[in-house]
């Protein structure tokens, strides 16, 4: 079983690029997507039949935005985590598997000025406190941009950006407040060393020189580790500013 997860900056605009050829070469069972920045009607359904699509979109029109195409048949489907001031931005999309919840998240970001790093931190509790919900039923795959890099592993400049978005301190423990919780993260179960990266600056040809951030991730229910089979980051998958990371579960 092949899961994916993907910002895609915009679902209209990668699909103009490669992400159809990517999904045919790929061929995962459930594809996550972030920053889809459209809704249901505005996308033309031009990829497989075989993948069922469920959406959750931001009120904001163009703005933030989940998306999970799936194989597999879903039990159930929850838009948000049922807390108010989190739930208009369109950021989680949980789909129920016969096995486990996977949930799409796309991590609000704390913004240059650090000017929503207050939110941030409230965030980073409530979900963890669904997440932890949803755990007491079955096991939880989850997924998506989180928007922090944990250690100074993840990301090329760590020095330099110990107080910027997506690397502060709060954030970062808002990050080791999940593995605390008993979630794994599926590629450093595989990968010890630094230099792999899922986000990359448009600016200073950051990109072609790998100089970037590890800020997209699968976490899974410790439960679900015997299952896990490898983990996976496509950098050379281009059409966004991020690429796609995976997984691979044993049936």
Known sequence: MKLVSWNVNGFRAVLRK??????????????????????????????????????????????????????????????????????????????????FYLVNAYVPNSQRELTRLPYRLEWDLDFLGY??????????????????????????????????????VEERDGFGALLKAGFVDTFREFEKGGGFYTWWSPMANARARNIGWRIDYFLVSKALR???????????VLGSDHCPVGIELAE
């Not at 992400?19 to 459209?38: G, M, N, R, T, W």
């Not at 795959?141 to 928007?147: E, H, I, K, M, S």
């Not at 015997?226 to 050379?236: E, G, T």
């Open 131 to 168: 997440l932890k919900r949803l755990q007491r039923s079955k096991p939880v795959v989850f997924c998506g941009d989180l928007n922090v890099a944990h250690t100074e592993l993840d990301l090329a400049n760590p020095k330099a950006n110990v107080r910027n978005h997506g690397f502060t």
């Open 226 to 236: 015997p299952r896990l089979k490898k983990a996976f980051i496509r950098a050379d």
């Open 18 to 99: 490669n992400f159809l050829s990517y999904l045919h070469e790929e061929d995962p069972d459930v594809i996550c997507l972030q920053e889809s920045k459209a809704a249901a009607e505005d996308v033309p359904v031009v990829w497989p039949p075989s993948y069922a699509a469920f959406w959750n979109c931001a009120e904001k029109k163009g703005y933030s935005g989940t998306v999970v195409l799936t194989k597999l048949p879903a039990l159930g489907i929850r838009r948000g985590i049922a807390v108010a001031k989190h739930d208009a931005e369109g950021r989680v999309l949980t789909v129920e598997f016969e096995g």
